[in-house]
């Protein structure tokens, strides 16, 4: 077997942990932004619906150069994947600049085009959030692109490192600057900036020991290499498009979401950080699926990929299970450290216990699996499946759900369980079949 249940356990915990640390600081922002009241929460929360899409798409990139990579270690191929390790960074900074340029440039005209008319106090909440956060892409984009490759050779204890003395600095700062200089939403966007920087100065540095299976010493020309580049966007493309329109698509239901009141847009801000929460077990796992599967198809061991997806899908299902029961129970006491009003405050309850029972049987089979398939080659049929889900099923319902039948915020949360359900029977299918297994020769 390529993965013994040690390397397993080396490369799940880290990630775990990861994920802990990512979700408790942004649980932690948003309740010290909330100190500054309920448009601030829903500025922030309006605007990280825009960086969650960008992220995606960095994470898209970084997933493409990670699965060449993998691959090219299964077939014990190392320089070929410290080239890829290289020209997928330089082509990720390239990007985050430019789009650094655009929002930070054309920030009024995209918020009023993404969210229309909003109160005054929650758009320039927004302007303030969005300009400064926009500084940070670039370095987003290397920490990104680092941390993929590292869990991509089973290095997951480095990024988990990095990513605590991220976090670390990121609520120190908050705490300084929301409680210590009352700075409001200003305090949260430029702790989350230094930090990331900080982040990626440190895994890019960390690129260049030659020990790792992966490393970026000798690697630095300043050209891309056409064929490389072209291996990665076959898988970096289709899943940037699918996680972009997946984005767009959420996008346009907080839309929705933000003609049904402050309340409502600060319970669904506050119930996305505590669904992050359930959620978190799939997302680790999820990681795992890409470095160990990209690996097995690398090798020619379509048996193990199969192997390895069903352990790591029942880890996370398992993990999921006991995270929903606690949720379901924990969730009112657990909402009242948002401050928010009894309004937000029972809407907030309302849609988590809803969301505690359902991703519990429906996720993993809805986002899990499709990594499999990704991890392969097998990435323009998952695109095609996810994107024509969101729009036909939680783009659409949601709409209906709110102007039509009026049932307010828990529509929107009806809908996208509606979109999972779909998805889940679509991949499940695919996986089932061998037609994925063909595409391991792509990057070849």
Known sequence: MLYSNKDLKKLIIPLIVEQVLAIAVGMADTIMVSAAGEAAVSGVSLVDCVNILLINIFSALATGGAVVAGHFLGKKKREDACRTAWQILEFATLLALLISALFIF????????????????????????????????????VYNSCAALFRAMNGAKVTMWVSLLMNGINVVGNAVCIYGLHMGVAGVAIPTTVSRYVAAAVIFSLMF??????????????????????????????????????QMGKILVISAVSTMGTAAIAANAVA???????????????????????????????????????????????????????????????????????EAYQMTVEVMRFHAVLAAFLWVCSF???????????????????????????????????????????GIWVA????????????????RGHKWEMFGNRTE
């Open 106 to 141: 054309a920030h009024n005209p995209l918020l009023r085009l993404m969210f229309g008319k909003i109160e005054p106090k929650v758009m320039e909440a927004s302007r303030t959030y969005l300009i400064i956060t926009a500084f940070s892409f670039v370095a987003l984009a």
């Open 209 to 246: 020991h030659k020990e790792n299976e992966i490393h970026l010493c000798g690697q630095q020309r300043f050209r891309f290499d056409r064929q490389l580049i072209k291996k990665i966007l076959y898988i970096a493309v289709p899943n940037g498009l699918e996680n972009s329109m997946f």
């Open 272 to 342: 996305n950080t505590l669904a992050s929460w359930n959620i978190l077990p799939g997302v680790a796992m999820n990681l795992a699926i890409v470095s160990v599967v990209s690996v097995c198809v690398g090798a020619g061991e379509y048996g193990q990929a199969r192997y390895y997806t069903k352990k790591l899908c029942l880890f996370a299902e398992a993990g999921m299970v006991l995270i929903s029961a606690i949720l379901f129970f924990l969730v009112p006491y657990i909402a009242r450290l948002y401050h928010l009003g009894p």
């Open 368 to 410: 899990s699996i499709p990594n499999t398939l990704r991890a392969a080659g097998d990435v323009v049929l998952p695109m095609v499946i996810a994107t024509a889900s969101m729009w036909l099923f939680r783009v659409v319902a949601a709409y209906v759900f709110t102007y039509v039948f009026h049932i307010g915020l828990l």
């Open 416 to 431: 996208m369980i509606i979109d999972w359900a779909f998805r889940a029977i679509c991949y499940l299918l695919r996986y």
